[in-house]
């Protein structure tokens, strides 16, 4: 960044700033007084949105136009952030997604899906947590999907990429525990983002009443945040069942640790 961060709050870096989300927690962290490093692949969109907050909020607010799922424009942002000492928070938010059967799914969105949701969110990650580490604070806000709980049937790539993030997220919660450094994983249902348009399954296929709007999912997700939750599912009513889903997954995992085929597979050695 090539001016160093006025705000007591620090930097952060919100990636996929454009639209959708992203966009809406550009403009609530910036009303929370953070400086801002937006990361989009559209100029002109980071351009306007950099000048409204500016010009809104006493914050300092940066662009990056990078393409996170090539190799190149993960290098360079990864650069970016690893030379600025004064980000505090990051929102790995950018996403892509394909609705249909696996075989409908080019090998160009398969790669797409894998660099932008698991890889460019993983580098990005390790990138802000050594300038975190150092100084034993920070917080990282991943943003999963309730596909990632649930392997929906047109969902195969975009699932795996999204219970990755629930994976990952989860491992390094526990790794960090105990430290000043919190990770947050947000879990939004259908949201009315541009994501659906290039999805292959326009949003208007999907019932109306089960569509939140960006500003309600980023509000409850920072309200989620600021109570200390681990994970954050805005459209969940009953928490109850996310404690049995994560309650059942510790169970299942300490079930496996037997060393031994199960009884009802009949091997006899
Ligand atoms: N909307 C939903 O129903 C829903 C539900 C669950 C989870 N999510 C997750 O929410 C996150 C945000 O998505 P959204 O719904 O807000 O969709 P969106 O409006 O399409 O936003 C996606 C953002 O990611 C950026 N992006 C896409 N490809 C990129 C690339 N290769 N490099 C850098 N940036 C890239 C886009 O900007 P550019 O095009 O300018 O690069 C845009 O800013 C995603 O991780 C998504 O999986 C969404």
Redesign the pocket.
């Known amino acids: 960044m090539s001016k160093v961060s006025t705000s007591k709050l620090g930097t952060a870096v919100i990636?996929?700033?454009?639209?959708?989300?992203?966009k809406v927690y550009a403009d609530r962290l910036a009303t929370r007084g953070y400086d801002l490093l937006l990361?989009?692949?559209?100029a002109d969109?980071l351009q306007a949105i950099a000048h409204d907050l500016q010009s809104l909020h006493s914050v300092h607010v940066e662009y990056l136009v990078?393409?996170?799922?090539s190799p190149t424009?993960l290098s360079e942002t990864i650069r970016k952030i690893t030379a600025e000492p004064s980000i505090t928070l990051l929102v790995n938010?950018?996403?892509?997604?394909f609705f249909g059967p696996l075989e409908t799914t080019s090998q160009t969105t398969l790669t797409?899906m894998v660099a932008?949701?698991v890889t460019a969110l993983t580098a990005l990650t390790m990138a802000v947590l050594t300038t975190f580490q150092k100084r034993n604070s920070g917080m990282i806000i991943n943003?999963g999907?309730?596909?990632g709980f649930n392997g929906l049937s047109i969902l195969a790539v975009y699932g795996g990429t999204k219970a990755y993030v629930l994976n990952f997220t989860q491992a390094l919660q526990k790794q960090l525990s105990g430290t000043g450094i919190r990770v947050q994983l947000v879990t939004?249902?259908?949201?009315a983002?541009?994501?659906?348009d290039t999805s292959g399954f326009p949003i208007s296929n999907v019932d109306p009443a089960t569509v939140m709007s960006?500003e309600d999912c980023v509000d409850a997700s920072l309200q989620g945040l600021d109570a200390g939750e681990l994970i954050t599912a805005p459209a969940l009513e009953d928490e109850g069942v996310l404690r049995s889903f994560e309650a059942a997954s510790e169970a299942l995992f300490n079930a496996t640790q037997t060393g031994q085929a199960a009884s009802r597979y009949g091997l006899t050695r």
């Open positions: 990636t996929g700033a454009s639209s959708g989300i992203g990361v989009a692949r559209r969109r990078a393409d996170l799922a424009g938010n950018a996403g892509t997604v797409t932008l949701n943003i999907s309730v596909g939004p249902a259908a949201t983002t541009e994501i659906w960006t």
